[in-house]
């Protein structure tokens, strides 16, 4: 991937809630637990209906290769289990527990070495997750082996708007991520970590870095810098400023030897090695222009859309509101309130809606404006022309596959074109036709 032209775009100037510190979200009467984490296999539940559970009760663990432990995010009473459908849009049993407030704990046991054996097992054990792919992080690991990695990256800061839960973590909890960055690299051959902060939290940076230094950690390591553009930390884009690889969107990050793990991933490493917890929630972001209660809360998994707006407070409440789950450029707006954050949710974003209430898209002028921006240098206008005038064959031909779905061509676009969404649909049809051959 070339980066010669691409500046990265930045469409707001300030991020509304960084250098909060991570509190927990009030506890919920009930916790609607999905069994499914994005695109990855459905788990089977572990429990039944009226079993009592305590906070890190194994509660459903994988049917086949893919899948993952889950835990229960509190102690209560099982009271259903059954399908209903998901932040993605997609149907998947769910495990209902009432919560009993006793505040039971039951904790991972504990483990007698930091070998990379242990450690790959702990992440499987632990259910922890890719934050972005909803992958189990295992699974990166354990079938390649991790040492097949040479490069590992962790990313301290995010470009994205809205989302501060790395760079919070890096600055109230630098010991746990620097710690758990301590582990990838145990399972890695890389011979130093690379810390990678946005050119905006150079002073963070320098904290972590003497931190590492006081505490004098037993590794090398290196801190790189990226601008603060969106969106600069996108795996593809990163991987070609950090370590001036070009990787094509499809091809491994594995084969280049090259790993990126996040301070959020870091931390929950951490927590699952030394303190043996496993993952029960999501430090998630919750943010936007008419939101009382911003600010960076550990959300436990199964919380419901609806107590989260309940949370968070309508600041105007004469104007609407839409919710959307991920960054305001390329997140997706949930209407159903009866739906259970998940472990891939990053930031929560309560905007009021008259920023978004022209749904109308009108013809293309030829601007050139989405070319100019695309970071990955594809033409959105012809894309979009040829699905709309079904010339699927061209799709292919037009790198439709490499697009990473950031919303910088829909979001310049004068002409208001829906360009993201139908370039998202013609990568699924290039993708399914490529699949049929
Ligand atoms: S959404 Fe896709 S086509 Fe549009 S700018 Fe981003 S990468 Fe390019
Ligand atoms: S930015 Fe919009 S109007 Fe301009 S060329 Fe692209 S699709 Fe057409």
Same mark, same amino acid.
């Given at each position: 991937?070339?980066?010669?032209?691409?500046?990265?775009?930045?469409?707001?100037?300030?991020? @509304?809630?960084?250098?909060? %510190?991570?509190?927990?979200?009030?506890?919920?009467?009930?916790?609607?637990?999905?069994?499914?984490?994005?695109?990855?296999?459905?788990? +089977?539940?572990?429990?039944?209906?009226?079993?009592?559970?305590?906070?890190?009760?194994?509660?459903?663990? !994988?049917?086949?290769?893919?899948?993952?432990?889950?835990?229960?995010?509190?102690? =209560?009473?099982?009271?259903?289990?059954?399908?209903?459908?998901?932040?993605?849009?997609?149907?998947?049993?769910?495990?209902?527990?009432?919560?009993?407030?006793?505040?039971?704990?039951?904790?991972?046991?504990?483990?007698?070495?930091?070998?990379?054996?242990?450690?790959?097992?702990?992440?499987?054990?632990?259910?922890?997750?890719?934050?972005?792919?909803?992958?189990?992080?295992?699974?990166?690991?354990?079938?390649?082996?991790?040492?097949?990695?040479?490069?590992?990256? #962790? @990313?301290?800061?995010?470009?994205?708007?809205?989302?501060?839960?790395?760079?919070?973590?890096?600055?109230?909890?630098?010991?746990?991520?620097?710690?758990?960055?301590?582990?990838?690299?145990?399972?890695?051959?890389? !011979?130093?970590?690379?810390?990678?902060?946005?050119?905006?939290?150079?002073?963070?940076?320098?904290?972590?870095?003497?931190?590492?230094?006081?505490?004098?950690?037993?590794?090398?390591?290196?801190?790189?810098? #990226?601008?603060?553009?969106?969106?600069?930390? %996108?795996?593809?884009?990163?991987?070609?400023?950090?370590?001036?690889?070009?990787?094509?969107?499809?091809?491994?990050?594995?084969?280049?030897?090259?790993?990126?793990?996040?301070?959020?991933?870091?931390?929950?490493?951490?927590?699952?090695?030394?303190?043996?917890?496993?993952?029960?929630?999501?430090?998630?972001?919750?943010?936007?222009?008419?939101? #009382?209660?911003?600010?960076?809360?550990?959300?436990?998994?199964?919380?419901?859309?609806?107590?989260?707006?309940?949370?968070?407070?309508?600041?105007?409440?004469?104007?609407?509101?839409?919710?959307?789950? =991920?960054?305001?450029?390329?997140?997706?707006?949930?209407?159903?309130?009866?739906?259970?954050?998940? @472990?891939?949710?990053?930031? @929560?974003?309560?905007?009021?809606?008259?920023?978004?209430?022209? !749904?109308?898209?009108?013809?293309?002028?030829?601007? =050139?404006?989405?070319?100019?921006?695309?970071?990955?240098?594809?033409?959105?206008?012809?894309?979009?022309?040829?699905?709309?005038?079904?010339?699927?064959? +061209?799709?292919?031909?037009?790198?439709?596959?490499?697009?990473?779905?950031?919303?910088?061509?829909?979001?310049?676009?004068?002409?208001?074109?829906?360009?993201?969404?139908?370039?998202?649909?013609?990568?699924?049809?290039?993708?399914?036709?490529?699949?049929?051959?």
């Amino acid at each position: 991937m070339k980066l010669v032209n691409f500046k990265g775009i930045h469409p707001f100037t300030k991020k @509304l809630s960084v250098g909060i %510190d991570v509190t927990p979200l009030r506890p919920m009467e009930f916790y609607n637990v999905p069994l499914k984490v994005k695109n990855i296999a459905e788990s +089977e539940p572990a429990v039944q209906i009226g079993d009592e559970v305590k906070q890190g009760t194994l509660i459903a663990k !994988p049917s086949g290769n893919f899948g993952i432990n889950i835990y229960s995010p509190v102690s =209560g009473k099982v009271l259903n289990i059954f399908s209903k459908v998901t932040l993605s849009g997609e149907y998947a049993k769910h495990i209902l527990i009432m919560n009993d407030n006793k505040n039971e704990v039951q904790d991972l046991p504990e483990i007698d070495s930091v070998s990379d054996v242990t450690l790959i097992s702990r992440l499987r054990e632990a259910g922890m997750v890719d934050t972005i792919s909803g992958m189990p992080t295992y699974l990166k690991y354990a079938y390649v082996g991790g040492r097949a990695y040479r490069t590992l990256i #962790i @990313l301290m800061d995010s470009t994205d708007l809205n989302s501060s839960t790395n760079q919070t973590l890096a600055e109230y909890k630098t010991e746990e991520v620097i710690n758990g960055a301590k582990y990838f690299m145990n399972i890695t051959s890389a !011979p130093h970590i690379i810390f990678v902060f946005t050119e905006a939290n150079r002073k963070l940076a320098a904290k972590v870095k003497k931190h590492i230094l006081d505490t004098k950690k037993n590794y090398d390591f290196k801190i790189k810098f #990226i601008p603060n553009k969106y969106p600069f930390d %996108d795996p593809y884009i990163l991987t070609s400023l950090v370590c001036g690889k070009s990787i094509k969107k499809g091809n491994s990050f594995l084969e280049a030897g090259i790993t990126i793990e996040n301070a959020e991933s870091c931390y929950n490493f951490c927590r699952a090695v030394e303190f043996n917890k496993p993952v029960t929630g999501k430090i998630v972001t919750i943010d936007g222009n008419n939101a #009382i209660r911003k600010g960076n809360y550990f959300v436990q998994n199964g919380v419901s859309i609806e107590n989260i707006y309940d949370f968070i407070g309508i600041d105007d409440k004469e104007t609407s509101s839409i919710l959307i789950e =991920g960054n305001v450029m390329a997140g997706t707006a949930q209407y159903n309130k009866d739906i259970s954050v998940s @472990l891939t949710t990053d930031s @929560l974003i309560l905007q009021k809606f008259d920023e978004y209430d022209a !749904p109308k898209e009108y013809p293309c002028i030829s601007c =050139g404006k989405c070319a100019s921006v695309c970071p990955v240098f594809l033409n959105p206008k012809n894309i979009d022309n040829a699905y709309l005038n079904e010339r699927f064959d +061209e799709i292919p031909k037009l790198n439709t596959h490499a697009c990473i779905e950031c919303g910088c061509c829909s979001y310049v676009c004068p002409a208001r074109r829906f360009l993201t969404q139908r370039i998202a649909a013609a990568k699924h049809y290039d993708k399914t036709s490529r699949g049929a051959k």
